[in-house]
């Protein structure tokens, strides 16, 4: 077997990428990255993290994400499961330019956890 | 005596129609369910007509774009995981459980199972794999094998109703919805499970059909209302289609016990191969001859007992040709002479979902009393001579109809539909 290629695939960085893959998000969100890119702090990325998780949640959360408490569980209470949970990843490490690792991302369990995780990630972005 | 196998719900999300009444006055008045298509954008292509599924439209891979009719609800849960056919599935499902008088919570005491039949989505997969390549496997859609592969169907269908009774998928290619329903039957008559459920369908895209076009074995009659006409002497190949048919099957016992209005009895199956080719049927339908045969005689009946023959014939000239001669030698050389149709001249070829679309058109020929017509048929080839093939449906109510299927490899399954008493 041949051994595994190192992590040199192609990062989906291109702008039109980035831009094809948020149309679903609400116009807010998109804003809220185009801020961030433009340089704004890390803290714009919170409306697009919760947007990205209310587009990956398996049943729509009654409350909108953004009022629910930090601490609100994304298995237990949100109803994720560990499918859409990488489609999450996936998604934030081809928006943002970060690699999670599967350790990393089984630490994180609640909306606040997420928040801060995301924000010390986009600190130290990846090579691309 | 073993357990009879009983049609208690069918759902059509079709050509003709996305409900029963709709599908049956299609049928009834010889309405096609065809419209001009381009695939790929593309004008050079000389296949120009489908049999499209109106309401529904799947622009790209992602679910989100998706849209099907305001009639049907389509959980966001289920629907990452699903492929087109999954929605077409689902929203035939839910319309055969209701028929049924069936409610979700009672499909999960295992005595419930669900045989599916689909060829997955070349559509999805086709998109996933070109995703695996441009990232050289480091990325992918985690559900992209569950919503694209052969068995997609099973898979979520089977999670999303709780099914705990036995669960398989079944490929034979066109044949494939007919060997879920045959062997469904025999869940049933083996005492193994009380009811199943049996779902066939397809994707309706450019990669599910225009594929066929390399097989040369697609019309390229541009014309809607004369592109599918099976054993006319100028057909010249199948016109594609997609959807899905789903049928609730149940124990006759079972369903007389809770009042279910019994549709159809299926009083045999039959099965056999042509030994032959792996795309083309048999030149004298050794297969379909002998497979019809064994059906007959799993249900112990006579060719001349049979009313009306539901033939396989997609329109292609060399496998309506072989199907016409199993029905000579089965039929016309004894006496026998049902009514035949083959009702693809108004859906199209539903590949995977053929077998299961025509079982529940029988059942609706035997439970409301008549006999779809040969559509499109103006000039019947000479071979013909001897079948009776009614240019307009029929008022008359058979009692045995014979439902046909053939696919690749030689595969050929049958069934036999009885009105109820």
């Known amino acids: ?128 | 005596m073993p357990p009879l196998p009983v049609i208690t719900g069918l759902g059509f999300i079709t050509s003709i129609g996305h409900e029963r009444s709709t599908v049956l006055r299609h049928l009834r008045e010889l309405q096609h369910g065809f419209e001009p298509v381009e695939f790929f954008g593309n004008s050079n292509l000389p296949v120009k007509v489908a049999g499209t599924v109106k309401g529904f439209s799947f622009p790209t891979p992602n679910w989100r774009d998706w849209t099907w009719p305001d009639q049907f609800s389509v959980d966001r849960e289920l629907l990452r995981g699903l492929a087109p056919h999954g929605v077409y599935a689902l929203c035939a499902l839910q319309q055969a459980l209701a028929e049924a008088g069936l409610a979700p919570a009672e499909l999960g005491d295992g005595t419930t199972g669900l045989f599916c039949a689909s060829a997955g989505s070349p559509f999805l997969l086709g998109n996933f794999l070109t995703q695996m390549h441009a990232t050289r496997g480091e990325r992918g859609n985690p559900m992209g094998i569950i919503s694209s592969i052969a068995g997609t169907l099973n898979f979520n269908l089977a999670a999303h109703y709780k099914i705990t009774g036995a669960v398989c998928g079944f490929v034979s290619a066109c044949a494939s919805s007919s060997h879920a329903l045959g062997y469904a039957m025999d869940e049933i008559r083996l005492g193994r499970q009380q009811r199943m459920l049996v779902v066939g369908a397809e994707d309706l895209t450019a990669e599910s059909v225009v594929s066929f076009s390399s097989l040369r074995a697609l019309s390229h009659n541009p014309d809607p209302a004369t592109a599918s006409r099976p054993f006319d002497r100028r057909r010249d190949g199948f016109v594609g289609t997609g959807g899905a048919v789903a049928l609730v099957v149940e124990d006759a016992t079972l369903a007389r016990k809770r009042g279910a209005r019994i549709q159809a009895e299926l009083v045999g199956w039959g099965q056999a191969g042509d030994g032959h080719s792996v795309a083309i049927s048999h030149p004298e339908g050794a297969g379909l001859r002998e497979a019809m045969r064994r059906t007959l005689a799993d249900a112990g009946v006579n060719a001349a007992d049979v009313g009306y023959v539901n033939a396989h014939a997609t329109s292609t000239p060399a496998g309506d040709r072989s199907e016409v001669l199993a029905l000579h030698s089965v039929f016309t050389s004894s006496g026998a002479r049902p009514r035949v149709s083959s009702t693809k001249a108004l859906t199209g070829h539903g590949l995977s979902l053929a077998g299961a679309m025509e079982a529940a058109f029988c059942t609706l020929a035997l439970s409301e009393g008549f006999i779809p017509g040969a559509a499109h048929l103006e000039e019947p080839d000479p071979v013909c001579d001897g079948l009776d093939l009614p240019p307009t449906s029929l008022e008359e109510a058979p009692r045995l109809a014979l439902n046909n299927s053939s696919g690749f490899g030689g595969s050929n399954v049958c069934h036999l539909l009885r009105r109820p008493a």
């Not at chain 1, 831009?19 to 116009?27: D, G, N």
């Not at chain 1, 009022?67 to 999450?88: C, H, K, N």
């Open chain 1, 1 to 128: 077997m041949n051994p595994a290629p190192s992590s040199s695939a192609p990062r989906a960085t291109a702008l039109a990428d980035r831009e094809e893959s948020i149309r679903h998000l609400p116009a807010g969100a998109r804003a809220a990255f185009e801020r961030f890119q433009a340089g704004g702090g890390p803290a714009e990325l919170d409306p697009v993290l919760l947007a990205i998780l209310e587009d990956y949640i398996p049943r729509t959360s009654a409350v909108p994400l953004a009022e629910l408490p930090g601490s609100t569980r994304l298995i237990d209470d949100l109803g994720f499961d560990s499918l859409a949970i990488t489609e999450v990843v996936f998604f934030a490490e081809d928006l943002f330019g970060i690699t999670i690792s599967n350790q990393e991302i089984i630490q994180v369990r609640t909306l606040d956890d997420l928040r801060g995780f995301i924000r010390r990630k986009v600190a130290v972005p990846a090579t691309v």
